[in-house]
């Protein structure tokens, strides 16, 4: 007997399983948009065995309940037992994110599931759009929140406050779509919830609408679009810190100031970045295990373990890498050479750095200029069109060097390298209009306020936009939202084409705006 059960062809497992778990209708209670509910428990059937996979993120109960319900995973059912008594009349939408894996291949889907403790399911819907305000780039993952006008409280209160009757959350394009709705007049706030506790706090990205509230009745279908913006504060606060590989420390801050002050364990030295609440520095010697940063802001000491990010997985392969300034063999006009490392050094020996002219006679440079990673030469006027780093001879505080010979040659771009660009706008606004000319990479290049026509000279070959700033507020820049004041952020518009300026050229564009500008 033991001879003719013998497997006589390898075990190969079956195909591979590719299909998330699916709902047995038959066995599932209530089903799927069923009224009248009246139960404490919903008993879900799958056909496959199932396991839960984060069900206080990925599992969400529209309206939110006050406490939490008991979520568990039996063999191929899943039980959630409210502790609470469900509101009468009432349509409740359950999404899951991807919650219900089965247990072989974690295959998981998304999928919504709706009943009514009253006679009806409510269907009415609202659609739109989240939008960076400044950017007007897409917000993904934001928070979307309706909250009724009924709510005794001051606009300002509410997403502080309440809890959302119904949310939804952004998509990677911004976009958010909120079901089975009563009619009714509603409050909307879009909210980017770091902490996950479905309301606003400070620092948190926020949006809502300019009118306020809206009404919402059976024969619509709203769409939306918020502006997100984050409050302007006087208060200076650590908004955040973070410590990578090799040893950098950015410190983010909610102002600028000037009395702030960072130690640690290890000595640091600061990098200049030009923005005053945006920090960069760097640890002067290779990090040590349990590192800790002692962070000083108004007076208060805060200690900080941060996580070191970022590690690679071969550290003792790590190259001292470089960049340089030479764009096709030249450099700008009346620029010096300068490179750009990526740690900070600690020397360079000098008889390492040769500079020659075209006929390769050897050229003194008499200046050298460090800001932790980068190195300037005073290179400009002189005759240097070669220069030649030995391997070795520029030392990062971490003890590595450059691997290798650095061989560049280069010269000056002549004054009329530069080109030129001309604006036109027949246009006509109400309120004041700031406009910026930026680089393709949201650099700010030039500031100035509106003319029908506008000129911008002695600019670097590439692309850029425009940008015009609705400055309804007459005070020179742009003004972000206030929720205290029930005030939405200024409205930003770019031109819709990137623009190409050439060397030696004059670009002359016509910037018609549509007419809801």
């Known amino acids: 007997m033991l001879i003719s059960c013998a497997q006589t062809s390898p075990l190969t497992g079956g195909e591979r399983d590719r299909y998330a778990p699916a709902i047995d209708s038959a066995k599932t209670t209530p089903y799927n948009g069923q009224i009248n509910f009246v139960d404490d428990q919903i008993i879900m059937k799958f056909n ?5 996979n984060n069900p206080s993120d990925n599992i969400i109960i529209i309206p939110p309940l006050k406490e939490k319900p008991t979520i568990e995973a039996k063999n191929k059912k899943l039980v959630i037992t409210f502790n609470e008594k469900l509101e009468e009349n009432t349509t409740y939408a359950i999404t899951f994110n991807g919650a219900i894996q089965d247990i072989t291949e974690n295959n998981d889907s998304v999928f919504q599931y709706v009943f009514s403790t009253g006679s009806y399911i409510d269907s009415l819907e609202v659609i ?77 990205v926020l949006a809502f609408l300019g009118e306020k509230e809206f009404n919402l009745t059976p024969d619509a279908r709203p769409y939306f679009e918020l502006r997100s913006f984050k409050e302007r504060t006087t208060e200076v606060y650590l908004e955040d810190l973070n410590f990578d590989f090799p040893g950098r420390v950015e410190v983010i801050l909610s102002n600028p100031t000037d009395t702030f002050e960072i130690s640690s364990n290890l000595p640091l030295v600061q990098e200049e970045t030009g923005q005053g609440d945006s920090l960069i520095f760097w640890l002067a010697e290779s990090p040590v295990p349990k590192m800790r940063f002692y962070v000083n802001v108004n007076g208060e000491i805060d200690t900080i373990k941060p996580i070191y990010k970022n590690i690679p997985d071969k550290v003792e392969e790590v190259d001292l890498k470089h960049q340089h300034n030479i764009i096709k063999g030249e450099l700008l006009p009346n620029e010096n050479l300068s490179f750009l490392f990526t ?158 300026v050439k060397s030696k050229w004059e670009k002359e564009i016509d910037w018609v705006l549509k007419p809801e500008m």
């Open 48 to 52: 496959e065995y199932i396991k839960l």
């Open 128 to 204: 739109g759009k989240v939008k960076d305000a400044f950017l007007n780039t897409p917000e993904p993952e934001m928070l979307v929140a309706l909250y009724p006008k009924e709510l005794e409280a001051d606009f300002d209160s509410i997403p502080l406050k309440f809890k959302p009757t119904y949310l939804a959350q952004t998509d990677k394009s911004g976009q958010f779509e909120l079901n089975y709705l009563k009619d009714g007049i509603y409050y909307m706030f879009g909210i980017n919830d770091r902490n996950k506790n479905l309301l606003y706090d400070q620092g948190e």
């Open 343 to 500: 740690e900070p050094i600690k020397s360079i020996d000098a008889d390492g750095i040769h500079f020659y002219d075209i006929d390769s006679n050897e050229v003194k440079i008499d200046s050298i200029t460090y800001n932790v990673r980068e190195v300037e030469f005073n290179t400009f006027g002189s005759t240097a069109e070669r220069i030649v780093i030995d391997s070795a001879a520029v030392h990062s505080y971490y003890g590595r060097e450059n691997a290798e010979k650095i061989e560049l040659t280069f010269k000056n771009h002549n004054q009329d390298y530069y080109g030129a660009l001309i604006v036109t706008m027949d246009t006509v606004f109400s309120d004041p209009v700031i406009v910026h000319l930026i680089t393709d990479k949201g650099e700010l290049i030039s500031t100035s306020k509106f003319q029908e026509k506008m000129s911008f000279e002695k600019l670097i070959p590439g692309n850029y936009q425009l940008r015009l700033i609705f400055d309804v507020d007459n005070n020179g820049e742009w003004t972000t939202g206030s929720l205290k004041e029930g005030r939405i952020p200024e409205k930003v518009v770019y031109n819709s084409e990137s623009i190409k």
